[in-house]
Structure formats: C-alpha cells, structure tokens
C-alpha cells in the first residue's frame, strides 16, 4: 500500500505513522538517510527532457541512461541555491542516493518518511516511479515494501520549485501555475531542494497507522483521550498501554483488538500539568502483541496533561483563552527557518539554540510563519514549555494584489499533514488556515476548516486576514490582526484578537540602518509600550512580534536572488527584522529589549530602607506564583547580598508587594529575579556611574565667514563648518548645509522652505558654548526628524565614553542600548564568505553585507557597537588617534551624539523621530524648536581624568 500517492491524495484521510520505538526480530527498525556530513546524496543539476509528466500513467524512467559523471555531490538537507546550484522555477532536478535496506526488515512494511521537500517531488525506486507529492513543509510516506527483499537499491527524488508558467514535468500546459506555500517568493530565492530529513522506517503487517492523544483536565484528575487506527491486520491482538512519568508507570490498560479503530481514556490522579511555565511531560508506550505474549510493535509518545478552554465555554470570558483554567498572555514572535549555510533549512542544534534563546528572552509563543514547523522542533517546544500557533503552508493568496494558481486540494492536504504529524504535541494551541489571504478566493480555506473542526475541536483556529471573510459560519475563534498601532485599543469584548504579526522590527528603513543601528535601540520603545498596552487590556490574547530571525541569505551570488528585491546589499531576503536571532543564531540587541519589554515581572517602584528593599511588582506570568521565584541581589563586587524564593503569595496576573531583608543596601546593587533557573528580570537600585571626564585645556576660537576653528595650543582640535537635518517619512534624507557668518559669534545655515537656523558660539571656562534656535524670531519649527551640528576632529576616532538616559536601567556588557560605557571602532572584520560569523558577536562585526556589496569599504569601517548613534546622551567623551579628546555635556534629555565613521565627523543632533519604522511602531515625539526651547550644549577638549 502507498502511503501517500498522488492517486490518492485527496482522500478523506491522511495517515502518518508514528515511527516505532521497536519491531519484533528488527534491530534497528528506523534509519535516518539524511547526514549534512556525509558525501551519500548526488545531485544531478540538469533536467531530462525526455522524462515522463508527473500526470502520466506509467513515470517509471531508466536513470542509468545518465552519465555518472554529471552526478555532484550535495548536501542533504540544504536549499540547493546556497550550495551554488541555480536552480529555476518549474524545472524538476534529481537528488540520488544508494540505500541499504536491512535484511531484517523483510517480511515487514518498509517506508520512507520525508519531512519537507520544496515544493514537487516524485519519488523513484530502481527506476520505478513510487510517489508524488506536492507541498515542501509537511511529511509524507512513500511504501517501498515490494523493494524490502533487494537489499540495495537506487533510490531518485525528483524536485521542482513550482512557480511560472515555464513548461515542465510538473506543468506540461504551460499555463501559470504556484505553490500553495509561495515560500520561494517570499525568500527573495529559489528555496527549492529536500529542506529537512528523509528516514527510513519498518513496520509489521499488524501495525499502528495513527495514534492521536488528547488531554483534558477535571478537577484533581488528568486524562488521556487516544484514538489509534490500526491495520486490518491487528483483528485479535492487544495492545497494552503505559505511561509513565520520570520512569514510574501512573496508569497501564489492555485493550483487545476487535476492529481497526479502537479508543479508550487512560486518567492520572494528581497529574503534573503542562503549560509554558511548567512543561511536565508524560511518556505514553503502546505495545501491540498477540496471544503469544510476542511484542509485535512499540511506541512510545511523549506528551503532556492540558486542556484549552476558548469561545465563552464554561462560563469563562468569551475574549480570553485559557490552559488548566488560567487566562494565559502570549508573548510571541513570528519565525522561519533560516540558516546562513543552508537557507531556508537548519539543523536540529541551531533548532535547540533557537527556541531555548526565545526562553532565556521571556518569549513564551511562536507562531510558525507560513509553514508548518518541523516535529523536531515541535518537540524542543514541549520539553522547554513553548505555545506553538501552528500554520498551514498557505501563504499571499487571494489577497493584497495577488491571485491564486493553483487547486483547492492543495491548501486542505498540506492542513491534514499538519495536523496528522503535530496534534499530539501539547505545545500546539492553535492552528492557523493561512497567512494573509482571501478566505472566499478558494474553497480551500473553508475545507480547511470543515476538516479542523471534524478532526480537532480541543484546539482554537485563527486565520489571517479575517475581513475578508463573508460566510458563515466564522472560520475562526481567534481574531486575528496585523500591524495595530501599539498605542491604539488592542482588545475586543466578542473574542480574543491575537496580534500575530505586531512590533515589526525596522527592516525595510534600509537608509536608516546603514547609516547607524540607533533605530534598533529605538525600536524597544515600541515593544515595551505595546506589550504594557496587550498585558492591561482585556480581549487582547497577545502578540507576535515580526520576526525572530532576520531574513536574510547569503547566496552565493547576488544575482541568485529573485521574485522580489529589498536589500542593497550582497545577501537576498527581506532584511534584518529579527528580534533575537540573525542568520548565524547571533543573538541581536533587539533581544535585550524583547526581553525587558516582555518580562514576567513587571516591578512599578522600587525603594530602599536601612536593611530592605521594597518593591512594587506586577505578576505578569500565567501560571506562576510569585513565590515560585527566586530572587538573587549582589554588590557591584558580585558579592551575593541576599538569596532566597519570594515570600509573598502573589498569584498570576495580580499585583502586590515584595520584601527583601535583612541585607546590607550599597551603591550598584543588582536584583535578579530566575524562574527554573533562567533570569526572567534584573534590575540596578542606588545605580551609580563610572566617571568619565577630561581636565580641559584652553581653547582659542576663530570665528571665520564659514566655520569655527578651536584650537588647544597652537594645535586645531576640530573645526563646525555645517548642519545637517534628517527628513522623511518613509525614505531616510540627510540635508547638509554650510554655516555662513551672520555675526560676530553667529553663523546660519538655510535647508529652505523657512527651514533656517541660527547657530550661536562663545566661549565660557574653557569650553565652547553652542545654541542653535529658529532663524525668525516668530516661527517655530516642528522637525521631521533631527537637527544637528557637524564637528570635524583633527584626527580619526577609535572609541567614545558616554552616560545617557536610557529606557532600563541595567544592560548585557556591550550592548548597544546600554546607559554608559565605551564602543571601540575596531572589531571582528571577515569576508561575505566566511562560516566563522557564528563565532563572532554581533556587536563586534564590522560587516554590514544587507547594505552595502562584498567587497565595499563600508563593511570595514567599523564594529556594530561603534556604529550606533548614542541617543539623550548627557556625556559624551570621543578618544581620537593623536591623543586629544573631545567632551560633549549637556542637560538636555533629547540630545544625540554619533562619531560617523562614514565622513569622520562628530554629529550632535537634537530629537529622534523615526516615522521610517512604520508599521504600526511608535516614531518617538516630533520635538518643538523654538525661541524658548533651543538646542544647547558644550564642547570641551583635553586629556582624560
């Protein structure tokens, strides 16, 4: 029987195999064929012209009619385009590798399993056709039982990346024709390739099909609802059943077999239940075997104890959704897979990192954007406690200008894989139709969710964009919303409205970010107001932050890049708008900032007095008692102060006070506050700041007709001789103007359109003194975005010093948002090509290849740390190569400074409006240049203290 044939398809159901854990007189009875190590894959780059259709009724083709020597090897799994293949749309390609099978598996029912093919594959055997599939993000089966007795063989996947209307096996119409996923379109690049593994598997003739478990929760009893589809073969077995929890059996029952479905509750008393915060997981094992005693097939299921209540049922709100009785607040983030060697397939090591990374950064939810997520990492979700928004593989269809091409049939199979390989896994909650679509454009969305609801109904359903659903009945129970502004009403009072697409980190602004990574720092302003905004208001279930990971691929070859273009730099993708994670797994500054926005401890006040500490703290955690939590504070010395759980019974989502004594308080004390042992908050009491300062030297100022020259000694420290203004909404402008003399100590600088300023210097205690205010006495002038003066050292910049006021008051070593510290301009350079990018910290890295091409000087100039705009700065020192130094103080909150690295002067700009993040961000206060409100500050030279 064929798992899964092209014939068969649309059939009612879909069976998935739970792999076995063991087969009767079978050693090893699954076999992993996919090794990125190894050299066992070839690939033959070329299309076969005279190869059958993927429609015709014999597809069996002689592969030993091509020359071995046009056969390259390839790494599996991978995307064949960041392996150097340029592959094109609707060409089908030939994967070939020689498979051992067992001789202890015949007698048995031999299948392969692939977990993701891009996006059309036919399957071939010894030169017999066996499978097709079409979808590149769910599993499939192929049975090759009638090749069990070869030993070895020859096993060929063919794929085609399906997009055009390019004649081919897979379209011999020509006419235009999509994958349902549109996954190529979206990556800027042909993804096309086997994106995740094949395995190899056994089963007996007498064999489970399907085993699906769902949980619910009763008071002080947790039960297992499973339902198994068995083989005809199974009529007069038994199947016994465990599970088991940290190796002690809670339940076992025996059920004899009758018929091919059998269905039976197993309850467990004083249950340890699963949710995000405590992710306790059970092991249920199934043992089919005969009268004899012979255990014919095992399995074991890992899974967890939780119940989802949605929709208003008992008696619950119908905006909130809850698990194990409590209201839960997802803190999420949209994601994809992305790797900087493989593309748009990583490995199960970069999968552990990512998802504990979300962990370690107070993130409790994904939403799998636009495809399914792998089992692996399904499983990683379950074990560290991760709600999942599972989503079909159904992607830009019907709606914002694009049409579909292709069948209905196609969204509703890849939705029954989705959900035959991933219902039993505890940290699914909901599950998605699509992304972005027109639900009356194709009955596949309504099919989708008939079959969800005949299938699942312990789980919600969300499908983005809901206004374009006009029947009946709503095929969704969850609201879903894009792009609200994070200060407008995020709530509503007839079901929750989760915001899975929210906080879009800046990306598209690539001026902006190529200039300097401040709007980065910015963005954090966004998030945490929008978070505070989703936690307080009632109806909003969450958000999901976009994105994660930033899309970004380092092809080979920037002409590889297609369908779409947004980056100007060598790599393809739509940029840099991870929030955690870039295409190496390097955690990014954003990180920090998700974090603190979304810390499940949210303390409104803190004070000390004698031997304690005080705090007012919100409990944002869902599931968690704030005496669950172990608080840690230490000196700036790392002498631990105090060390203990929180006293206080403060229950989930409540507010309450919190003392810590008896300890001795001092200056720079740290508070840590760990859940399982990960920090989820830190705070600083009593900070204190490091002293940065110089002892200043005299100046002699000339005042020439178009710049001011300071001198120290008979040495020219630095010369004003522009202004400059940032302007735009949604394209970044930077306006340079010359001062010209206007009076003894005045100088103007004109942008035009009654953009004029006057800019005022004089001398006071050996420090220049510089106002800038509005030319015309009576106008004022709103700024777009900055103004600022362009001071020209005498040399070139290696480091700046500063203290400003920042968003928190506690930062990672070197982050780039931090309160105070010092950026060095060298750091880790290293070429487009280099793998070593993992190892290099992402403050450190001097490149900027989403920007600017291979070979620019750009990607030289300096590190990511330097290259950051330091925003409300009060001091700022800049260390130049000759020696001398220049200090910067003021007493305005809304000051920046920048040593621009990119024409080597030092910018001191006031205001930061920043309208090119869009997509529903806060842009910051357009600040108000006037008269009376005028932009100070003080310029000193010297040697440092």
């Known amino acids: 029987m064929k798992m899964h044939d092209r014939k068969n398809s649309t059939a009612a159901e879909i069976y998935l195999p739970p792999l076995p854990q063991s087969v009767n007189g079978v050693k090893e009875c699954t076999k992993r064929l996919t090794h990125r190590a190894d050299k066992s894959w070839k690939f033959l780059f070329e299309e076969i012209k005279e190869i059958p259709d993927a429609f015709a009724c014999n597809q069996d083709y002689d592969f030993s009619r091509i020359d071995e020597g046009k056969w390259q090897s390839v790494v599996v799994p991978s995307s064949l385009l960041m392996q150097g293949f340029e592959i094109q749309n609707n060409t089908e390609y030939y994967y070939k590798r020689i498979v051992s099978i067992p001789q202890d598996y015949r007698g048995n029912c031999v299948y392969l399993r692939f977990e993701g093919v891009y996006s059309n594959a036919r399957i071939w055997v010894n030169n017999t056709f066996c499978a097709s599939h079409i979808g590149g993000f769910t599993p499939w089966d192929v049975d090759i039982t009638e090749f069990a007795d070869c030993g070895t063989v020859t096993l060929i996947v063919g794929v085609a990346d399906l997009e055009g209307n390019r004649k081919s096996p897979w379209n011999p119409s020509g006419k235009y024709q999509s994958n349902s996923a549109w996954a190529s379109y979206y990556a800027h690049h042909n993804i096309g390739g086997i994106l995740r593994d094949i395995t190899m598997f056994c089963l007996p003739k007498p064999s489970v099909l399907q085993a699906h478990i769902d949980t619910a929760v009763h008071g002080n009893t947790a039960s297992a609802k499973v339902n198994m589809t068995l083989s005809p073969a199974c009529a007069g077995l038994y199947c016994r059943v465990n599970i088991i929890r940290k190796n002690e059996a809670k339940a076992t029952k025996t059920i004899p077999i009758h018929s091919q479905n059998i269905s039976f509750t197993i309850d467990v008393l004083s249950a340890d239940l699963w949710d995000a915060e405590h992710p306790n997981l059970y092991t249920l094992e199934t043992a089919l075997y005969d009268a004899n005693g012979t255990i014919l097939q095992k399995n074991a299921f890992r899974f967890g104890f939780r119940e989802i209540i949605y929709g208003g049922k008992n008696g619950t709100e119908k905006n909130r959704i809850y698990v194990n009785g409590k209201e839960i607040k997802l803190r999420g983030v949209c994601r994809h897979d992305v790797s900087g060697l493989y593309g748009r397939s990583i490995t199960k090591e970069d999968i552990y990192h990512e998802i504990k990374t979300y962990k370690e950064h107070n993130i409790n939810h994904i939403r799998t954007s636009h495809y399914p997520a792998s089992e692996y990492m399904l499983a990683v979700c379950d074990e560290l406690g991760m709600y999942v928004e599972q989503e079909n593989a159904a992607c830009f269809k019907g709606a914002n200008g694009f049409n579909i091409y292709n069948p209905p049939e196609d969204f509703l199979n890849s939705c029954k894989e989705m959900i035959a390989f991933s219902r039993n896994h505890p940290s699914v909650i909901i599950w998605s139709i699509a992304n972005e679509s027109n639900f009356e454009k194709s009955r596949g969305f309504r099919d989708c969710y008939t079959y969800i609801k005949q299938t699942d109904r312990t789980r919600p359903v969300i499908f983005s964009y809901p206004d374009t659903v006009k029947s009946k009945p709503l095929p969704y ?85 297609k369908h779409q273009s947004h980056l100007k730099g060598a790599c393809a993708g739509y940029g840099e708008w991870g929030c955690i994670l870039d295409a190496f797994q390097r955690v990014k500054p954003e990180a920090y900032l998700t974090k603190k926005a979304f810390s499940p401890i949210k303390i409104h006040r803190t004070d000390t007095h004698g031997n304690q500490i005080r705090l007012c ?71 204190t700041y490091p002293k940065i300062s110089i002892c200043p030297q005299p100046i002699h100022t000339e005042y020439a007709e178009n710049f001011i020259k300071i001198s120290t000694s008979e040495d020219t420290s630095a010369v004003i001789g522009s202004m400059h203004l940032y302007t735009g909404l949604q394209k970044f402008e930077c306006l340079h103007r010359p001062l010209t003399k206007v009076g003894a100590h005045t100088y103007a600088a004109d942008f035009g359109f009654g953009r004029a300023f006057l800019l005022t210097a004089y001398t006071e205690e050996k420090q220049l003194l510089i106002r800038v205010k509005p030319k015309n006495k009576l106008s004022s002038f709103y700024a777009v975005g900055e103004i600022g003066i362009d001071i020209e050292p005498a040399g070139e910049v290696h480091s700046v010093s500063w203290q400003r006021d920042a968003l928190y008051g506690d930062y990672p070593q070197n982050h780039i948002a931090r309160d105070c510290g010092t950026a060095v301009r060298a750091g880790a350079p290293h070429h487009y090509t280099d793998t070593d990018m993992y190892e290099i910290p992402w403050a450190q890295d001097m490149s900027a290849f989403a920007y600017y091409e291979k070979n620019s000087q750009c990607n030289q100039l300096a590190s990511n740390d330097f290259r950051t705009k330091r925003l409300k700065i009060r001091k700022y020192l800049v260390n130049i190569i000759n020696g001398q130094r220049i200090w910067i103080q003021t007493d305005c909150s809304n000051i920046n400074a920048y040593a621009n690295p990119f024409n080597e002067k030092l910018q001191i700009s006031k205001g930061h409006y920043k309208p090119s993040v869009l997509w529903g961000n806060y842009w910051g206060e357009r600040f108000h240049l006037c008269q009376k409100n005028t932009f100070t500050f003080s310029v000193s030279f010297g040697q440092q203290d």
């Open 477 to 561: 129970d969850i609201y879903s919303k894009h792009y609200a502004k994070v200060t407008s009403k995020l709530g509503k009072s007839d079901m929750p409205i989760l915001h899975d697409e929210f906080a879009h980190v800046p990306c598209y602004n690539t001026d902006d970010l190529a200039y300097d990574n401040s709007c980065r720092v910015f963005w954090g302003e966004s998030i945490q107001r929008g978070w505070d905004n989703i936690f307080n208001t009632s109806g909003a279930l969450g958000c999901d932050i976009w994105a994660a990971v930033d899309d970004v691929f380092y092809l080979p070859e920037k002409r590889m890049e």
């Open 617 to 687: 703290i919100q409990n944002r955690f869902d599931h968690t008692n704030l005496n669950e939590i172990r608080v840690t504070v230490t000196d700036d010395a790392s002498n631990v102060l105090y060390s203990g759980k929180l006293k206080e019974n403060i229950e989930p989502h409540a507010s309450g006070s919190v003392s810590l004594s008896p300890l001795r308080c001092t200056d720079n004390m740290t508070l840590e506050f760990s859940a399982n042992g990960t920090v989820v908050e830190s705070t600083v009491l009593q900070r």
